[in-house]
């Protein structure tokens, strides 16, 4: 699976958009992008996914470059429960045996009031 | 509807005893997963079930762990003979197979601490 890339940490004004930027420069043509977050004490919550196309959902839109080397997952309008850790991951779709999750750093976002 | 539940949320066990732990997936996920969170670390896969079988164990760290899901739904871990270093937040997490198996929705998880 391709490695991915994130900022170690963000702060953003509570109201203003998001914007969390990922790095997966050595991803494949099969290789979807998949965007999760964990609050604090709590389990890891999936947002969205997207192969090529730009998504979007009630949580957030995911904009994949041209290219595919990198996306940005954008909160429109963040407010203080966005403050979490946020996983950008990169994985083949489908059943091939190998389900699991495995999460990197992330980036750290802060909403600030 | 209702998301991934997990029983019970908190666990306090003296070291030597069997605990088990309950997931209930959402109602229709094919898939369902089991794992653990220590302290300020990472999550660390255990074990991966489609339907009743277990295609992917291999996150188990040792034979004291076991997991069974039956009729394709509640899933139980238990942990023999438990050790302080098993201490953690067990998180389950369910998914639809196929091209969503990545959509996984995880529930609230069950802290384990083991005295």
């Known amino acids: 699976d391709a490695k991915t890339t994130q900022p170690t940490s963000m702060d953003c004004a509570e109201g203003r958009a998001a914007n969390l930027p990922c790095n997966h420069s050595t991803i494949s043509g099969n290789e979807y992008v998949y965007w999760y977050r964990q609050i604090h004490s709590q389990g890891p919550q999936y947002i969205i996914h997207g192969l090529k196309n730009n998504e979007t959902n009630e949580m957030a839109s995911l904009i994949i470059t041209e290219d595919r080397k990198s996306s940005t997952l954008i909160l429109p309008h963040a407010t203080l429960r966005d403050t979490a850790v946020y996983y950008c991951i990169v994985r083949v779709g489908g059943n091939f045996g190998n389900e699991k999750l495995t999460f990197g750093t992330g980036t750290r976002l802060t909403i600030i009031p | 509807g209702a998301g991934v539940s997990q029983s019970p949320s908190n666990k306090v066990t003296e070291k030597g005893k069997d605990v088990e732990l309950r997931c209930d997936p959402i109602?229709?996920?094919?898939?369902l997963y089991w794992y653990r969170q220590s302290l300020g670390q990472g999550l660390e896969f255990l074990i991966y079930f489609q339907g009743n079988s277990a295609p992917d164990k291999s996150g188990l760290p040792s034979d004291r762990f076991s997991a069974e899901r039956t009729g394709g739904s509640v899933s139980t871990l238990t942990i023999q003979r438990t050790q302080q270093e098993d201490s953690a937040v067990y998180l389950c997490?369910?998914?639809?197979?196929?091209?969503?198996?990545?959509?996984?929705?995880f529930g609230p998880g069950t802290r384990l601490t083991v005295t």
């Open positions: 109602s229709g996920h094919t898939a």
């Open positions: 997490a369910s998914s639809f197979g196929g091209p969503r198996v990545y959509e996984q929705y």
